[in-house]
C-alpha cells in the first residue's frame, strides 16, 4: 500500500499538472478516497462516477470559500447540499444565511432559525457611528458631512440621557434637557462608541433642542433635513426591525444569541430573510451583522467559530466603489483578511464574480466554479485559482446545471464534480414564475388582489402565518404588558438553559460573560 500523505504530495502535483486524464483509475482512488480530516461528499467525479468527491470541512471553512456560477447553474442547491452535510456532522455548527431572496427557508427544515423582517430585531444602537451615519443621512456628500456632525453631538447625548434614565426613576423621555444638560456634558464615562442603548425619539428631541440655541435660522436646514429623515424611517414599516421596542431595549444576549445560535437549541443556523427590508438598507444591515459576528468570534477567543454565507455576494459587496456599501465593504474586507484568525469564515456565493469586490474572493481558498459562460467573469475565476489548475477552466462553458468545478485548499486535487441530488423537498425556492401556470386561468380574484394592494399601501407582507411565526420573544413584547428594562433583563430567556445537544464551548454562563466582555470592553 503507498504510504503517502495524500493532500500534501498531490497538491503540489497539482500546481504542476492538473490535467486529470494523464491519472490511472488507481490513482485516482488514493487521491480522492484517501483522507484523515472529517470531510463532506459532495457529488462524483465526472471522469469516473465511482469514486466519491469529498471536501475537507475544516479547510473549506477556515480559509473561506466561493461559490460562483451563471444563474440556474445550482449555485443555491449547492449552498443547500454543502451546508447541510457540513451540520449533520456538525449539529452545533453557528452558521448565518444572508438570504435576500427568501430562497432557504424550506432547506434545511427545522434545523433552521429563520428570521424575516417581521422578527429580525436590530435596534439602531448596536449600530456602530459609520453605520448610523449611513443609514440615518443624505447621499449627498457634503449635506451627510452636515448631518454627520449633528449626529455625533445628538447620540452621544442620547446615549448618556439614556445612561442616565437607567440609574433614575425618571424616563429619558421625561426629562427637560435644560435642567440635565450641564449633568450629560460631564457623564464623560459614556462615549460615542460604548455600546449603551439609546432611545431614538431622544435622538429626535435633543435635534429639536439643538435646533432651539441656533441664533442665525440659515442654520437650520442640516437639523431638519435629519429630523424629517429619521421621522420618515421610524414612520416606514420595512424599517421596524430597528425602531421597534424603543420603550425597552431588548438585551444584548436575546439578539445575539437569537441569530448566532447561542446557545444551538438543535438550530444550527439562521436564515436571515432580507426579502422584506428594503434594498437600500441590505448593505447596513449586512454590515451591523457581519460585524457583530467579528466582534464576538473575536472576544470569544476563538471558542465560537462563525460561518456568514453570502447569497448574491455582489449585491452588496461590490467591486465598484461609486455604489455606496462602504460599511459592508469594510466589514467583509476585514473578515476576509483576519478572520481566519479569529474563526470567523466566509462564503461568498455570486453569479458576477466580475463585479465584486476582488479582495474578498482572492482570499477565498477553494472555489466551487459552475458553468460560467462570461468571459469577464471566468476571468476573475482563472486570477483566484492555482496556476496548476488554468487549464481546467477551459471547461467551465460547457458544465451542465449542477456540475462543477472544485479548487483550492479543501481539496487533494482540482476536481470536476457532479454534485449529489438535492431531494426536491429541500431545493431552494425558485425565483422563477411559471408563466403557463399562471396564464392558464385568471388567478387574479377581487379578495387577492385586495390583499396586493394593502400590503402595497402598507409596504408590509400580509403574511398569514405572521403571527404564528414570530418569534416567541416578539410574540411576548406585543401581548404582554410593559415591564421595566431590569425585569425585562431578569424575564428573558436566560442563556443559561443551554439545550443538552448544544456545543460545551458555548454554554450560557459563558457566552454570556463573553458578550458582556464584548460589549463592555471588560476583557
Ligand atoms: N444538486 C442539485 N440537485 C437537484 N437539482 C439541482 C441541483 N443543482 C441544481 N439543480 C436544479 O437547477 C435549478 C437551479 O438551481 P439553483 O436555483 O441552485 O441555481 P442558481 O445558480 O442558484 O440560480 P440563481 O443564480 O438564479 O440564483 C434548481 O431549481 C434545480 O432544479
Ligand atoms: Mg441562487
Known sequence: MLQINPGFFFRIFAMVSAVQKHISKRSFQ???????????????????????????????????????GSTGTGKSCTVALVLQAILKE?????????????????????????????????????????????????????????????LND???????????????????????L????????????????????????????????????????????PYKRLKRRIQSLIADPRYAFI???????????????RIFRLPVNGKPISILDFSSIPSETLNVVVSVVSRLAFELATWS??????????????????????????????????????????????GIISQRPSELEPSTLSQCSTIFSMRLSNEIDQKFVRAAVPDGAAELLTFLPSLGTAETMVFGEAVNLPMRVLLNNLPEE??????????????????????????????????????????????????????????????????APSLQ??????????TGSEVRQLLNAAFHREN
Open 30 to 68: 488514493i487521491i480522492f478516497s484517501k483522507e484523515s480530516s472529517p470531510c463532506i461528499d459532495v457529488g462524483r467525479l465526472q471522469q469516473d462516477n465511482s469514486i466519491v468527491a469529498r471536501v475537507r470541512i475544516d479547510d473549506m471553512l477556515s480559509k473561506h470559500f466561493a461559490i460562483i
Open 497 to 506: 438553559q443551554a439545550d443538552a445537544d448544544a456545543a460545551p464551548r458555548s
Open 90 to 150: 456538525n449539529p452545533a455548527g453557528h452558521v448565518v444565511l444572508f438570504d435576500p431572496h427568501n430562497e432557504y427557508s424550506k432547506s434545511f427544515g427545522d434545523r433552521a432559525e429563520v428570521i424575516t423582517g417581521e422578527t429580525l430585531d436590530l435596534p439602531l444602537w448596536m449600530f456602530d457611528f459609520v453605520e448610523t451615519v449611513e443609514l440615518l443621512t443624505s447621499d449627498i456628500e457634503d449635506q451627510a458631512r452636515e448631518e454627520e456632525e449633528i
Open 426 to 491: 429541500y431545493r431552494p425556492h425558485s425565483s422563477s414564475a411559471s408563466f403557463t401556470d399562471l396564464w392558464a386561468r385568471d388567478t387574479s380574484t377581487p379578495q387577492m388582489m385586495e390583499q396586493v394592494y394593502s400590503s402595497w399601501k402598507t409596504r408590509t407582507h400580509k403574511d398569514s402565518d405572521a403571527t404564528s411565526a414570530r418569534h416567541p420573544a416578539q410574540r411576548r413584547a406585543v401581548d404582554e404588558p410593559e415591564l421595566t428594562l431590569a425585569q425585562r433583563v431578569a424575564a
Open 301 to 346: 477567543q476563538r471558542k465560537i467559530p462563525i460561518l456568514l454565507v453570502c447569497e448574491e455576494a455582489h449585491r452588496y459587496i461590490p467591486r465598484d466603489v461609486t455604489q455606496g456599501f462602504h460599511s459592508t465593504r469594510r466589514i467583509i474586507s476585514r473578515i476576509a483578511k483576519e478572520g481566519r484568525k479569529y474563526g470567523v469564515s466566509l
Open 154 to 176: 445628538v447620540i452621544l447625548m442620547a446615549k448618556r440621557l439614556f445612561d442616565r434614565s437607567m440609574s433614575r426613576s425618571d424616563t429619558s423621555a421625561q426629562v427637560k
Open 243 to 257: 425602531f421597534r421596542n424603543q420603550a425597552k431595549p431588548r438585551p444584548l444576549e436575546e439578539t445575539i444569541g
Open 178 to 221: 435644560d435642567d440635565v444638560e450641564m449633568e450629560l456634558q460631564r457623564a464623560t464615562h459614556i462615549s460615542l462608541d460604548s455600546p449603551v442603548p439609546y432611545r431614538i425619539r431622544d435622538v429626535v428631541k435633543l435635534i429639536d433642542h439643538e435646533m432651539g440655541k441656533l441664533e442665525n435660522s440659515s442654520n437650520l436646514q
